[in-house]
DNA sequence: AAATATTTTTAGGCTGACCTAAAAATTATA
DNA sequence: TATAATTTTTAGGTCAGCCTAAAAATATTT
């Protein structure tokens, strides 16, 4: 059993390994939890003492399967929970992250089950990120960010970095949401900047917005 | 802002004091936490100096109007929780009080409001016991545990005692809800078991049972 | 009113989650 | 490759929430 605090380290380190593919240094975990590199090093010896992840001296962390599989289920909690704000609540999707932090805590599996039964068993949360099933089983799309792509490129918004609630409700106004059409017009080279087409209409984004629309790859 | 413990205590205390109106012991509220009395007289100081309890050494603890207030919140917020849990998700009524006593420290006036919302405003949870409002506004029906009462007695059950699953799991196998017509029709002096019609169906109780079952005064 | 029993508080310690400052290990640079 | 810079760990301390054992206050008996 991992405390409050312990669930939010692995989601950390869950996160920042991207999906557990690399080991996770001190500095940025401290960065990323808004500690100190010494309450990190407490916590890392805790955590590899509970073997969710594994840990060399000096090298940073990696995440272990069973580490995995945690992290993992916080995150369906998270994102089943978003998905009941917006969906059921009416909340908008700028709102629902900081309750959502507080809601994936709460330890019930028939209370989560019953909640993805009632939500539909929806396989993507308000941003377009996607819901690990009860196994931990998490579909992954390689996903861009436009800002990558080139002119010409159509297809559709898959998701939305939803770190930040300003570019939410930005992206909100501009329509740019999962599932939505989407062109690419017009690139400036000197910012990279663009022109593009969402939904039919014609907007001009920022590399600071472009940065944070994904599609497929 | 009071802490999960902290809004634990505070609530035990309320209960203890029925609602307010009289003073609590310290060790009736160790026994009530699950710890010991030094831990309560620790916390018992702190309540204190957040002025939501009043002190007085030796003589046990009071709660404030402020106290009042911020422990009707987090009845609320459980009562709202448990209404949800069996409205929506479809729990039974002996499967919600574990998680709602998580649930109700979710920190989030828009949540809760929204939450009423969705409900449909209800006024008392599955169990009958009413659910404060926005203000903390309680709505306080004067109520009787129905071995208390004569044979003759007709009436609806007006709530239950949610205190223990097993007695719940009963109740509910008998058809002792809220809203649900009572008769009783004999008493044995020697036991003080019941002959009662529930919803017309005749069945015998004992007073173990008949002293959860509750009606309006 | 003393003596005894009970209740409550104080004293001192533990653990989890944090901190600062100093030491140790690693990495980069001259 | 020695020196400097950076990163990480260790050492030692704080605070919340708990504990046991002892002391103090209150309540009950005789
Ligand atoms: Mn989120
Ligand atoms: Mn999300
Ligand atoms: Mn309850
Ligand atoms: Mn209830």
Same mark, same amino acid.
């Given at each position: ?5 312990? *669930? ?6 869950? =996160? ?29 010896? /805790? ?16 995440? &272990?399967?069973k ?12 994102r089943? %929970? *978003? ?9 908008? %999707? !700028?709102?629902? =992250? *900081? ?9 019930? &599996? ?16 308000? =941003?377009? !990120?996607p ?32 770190? !930040? ?14 599932? &939505? /059409? ?5 690139? *400036? ?11 039919? =209409?014609r ?8 940065q ?6």
């Open positions: 059993m991992l405390s409050l605090t312990e *669930e939010n380290y692995l989601k950390a380190i869950y =996160h920042l390994s991207d999906d557990g593919s690399k080991s996770v240094l001190t500095n940025d975990l401290a960065a990323a939890m808004n500690t100190k590199a010494a309450s990190v090093t407490d916590m890392i010896k /805790k955590l590899s003492a509970k073997t969710v992840i594994s840990y060399e001296k000096y090298y940073g962390v990696n995440v &272990t399967s580490g995995k599989n945690e992290a993992l289920m916080v995150i369906r909690k998270h089943l %929970w *978003e998905t009941f704000l917006v969906e059921k609540l009416g909340f908008s %999707w !700028d709102e629902v =992250h *900081e309750v959502a932090e507080q809601l994936e805590h709460i330890n019930s &599996t028939r209370l989560i089950e019953k909640l993805d039964e009632f939500l539909g068993f929806p396989k993507v949360d308000p =941003h377009g !990120d819901i690990p099933d009860n196994k931990g089983k998490l579909k992954i799309m390689p996903m861009v960010a436009i800002d990558q792509l080139n002119i010409g490129y159509q297809g559709k918004i898959a998701a939305v970095k939803d770190s !930040d609630s300003q570019l939410l409700k930005y992206l909100d106004k501009i329509g740019a949401k999962p599932g &939505t /059409k989407l062109k690419i017009l017009n690139k *400036e080279a000197y910012d990279e900047s663009m022109e593009v087409l969402i939904n039919d =209409h907007i001009f984004i920022s590399k600071e917005v472009s944070n629309i994904l599609v497929v790859e």
